[in-house]
């Protein structure tokens, strides 16, 4: 997800949907919000998002920094069950002047409340100068521009230890049928399964195993068939989305290869999809897949001699952009976050204006974990070089990018059946009817 989903930890995920931490719901606002208080340049403005944890402190310090000269107060608070809460609120009357909305498909609910306001003109040629269309795109519904782009995520990465494989004598897979051989070749040197991974994400349980599907769609049938699946014409039971799963069971679904540190295969659904970097940086789990965001979980946990994790081609840890079937390939998915206003009062305007500015990514990306799609955002800013690498791909015009499959999706499939989908299929629903129960997210 976004990371949001992280989410966005959360989704270029990951680039999130990562791991937050700071709870509870969004206060006041409705379609007055930060309004209440000035209409002033002056006021209080809040802002809801389902980022928390370490990455809600380090946004945070980004307004705050931002309100000694803007004299506009931010107040964020992250909601870990924002998804499920966010249109009953703002259909309640509770809206925040600001959210922060980790999915198109969210996003185009709240659009439809009628409570979302356009987006100001200085947010809209902000966006015009430094995004790339198809990032306006996904905030635009009827020709309306309603959102701006905030951070970015890179997903399917796949994090390892360096180390680890000069001691195996293996190298980073250039085919998704070398990672199948890497995979074999770990678990017969070590004993041990290769692979470990989390799909626990309270009301989000279950779209960690979304990114994979959406990885392997993109790899196996390409962009177009991609690009059908998202707009419905492709369904959940057609055979090239069963393949998807098929070869992502080659690994998730097999007793040998999960899951490291964890269990058996059906502990997957107890892991907290956060909780696989300190297995991946005490040596315990060899390989996990995963967006770019998890680089603020690293920043976290400990490797095995009790020191925080330096992310590097020769540090402690790593990742590799998960291949496709044919080498050279430079295709990948990411997510995002897109920033939505309730309100029109001068504060808000202003705090909108800030948060699709280049100086706004370039602060956000220097407080660590983080990485923008913002053309004009400054990658040497990232926390290490493998972001900085990172936002570097997010920017190059000759990679081919997909957003998140599931955030474009009806929230009744893309964060409603899909999710609960992958749960069941971990749990030992068999494909056929996961993949019928999917596609029913539909009719809902």
Known sequence: MGMSRRRWIAPLAVIGVAAFALTGCAEGGGNTGGGTESGAAGGTVRISGGITGSEADALQKVFDDWSKDSGVTVQYTGDKGFEGNIVTKVTGGDAPDIAIVPQPGLLKTLVETGEVKAAPQSVEDNVDANWSPDWKKYGTFDDTFYAAPMLANIKGYVWYQP???????????????????????????????????????????????????????????????????????????????????????????????????????????????????????????????????????????????????????????????????????????VGGEFVAGFSDSEATEKVLDFMSSPEFADARVSEGGAISANLKADPSKASSEFLTEAMKLLQDPNTTVRFDASDLMPATVGSGSFWKGMVDWIDGKDQATVLEDIQAGYNN
């Open 163 to 333: 180390a680890k494989f000069k001691e195996w004598g293996v190298e980073v897979p250039k085919t998704w049928d070398d990672l199948i051989a890497l995979t074999k070749t770990i678990q017969e040197k070590t004993g041990a399964a290769p692979w470990c991974a989390g799909f626990e994400s309270g009301d989000a349980s279950g779209w960690p195993g979304t990114d994979w599907i959406e990885d392997l769609v993109l790899r196996q049938s390409g962009a177009d068939v991609y690009d059908q699946w998202v707009a419905g014409d492709v369904k959940f039971t057609d055979p090239q989305i069963a393949d998807a799963f098929t070869a992502v069971g080659d690994i998730l679904l097999n007793p040998s290869y999960v899951n490291a540190g964890f269990g058996d295969v059906k502990s997957i659904n107890d892991t907290a999809f956060g909780d696989v970097a300190a297995k991946v940086a005490d040596g315990s789990c060899p390989l996990t897949h995963q967006a770019s965001f998890l680089t603020a979980n690293f920043l976290t946990v400990q490797t095995a001699d009790g020191k925080t994790p330096e992310i590097g081609p020769d540090g402690d840890v790593y990742a590799f952009v998960l291949p496709g079937y044919e080498e050279g390939s430079a295709t990948i998915e």
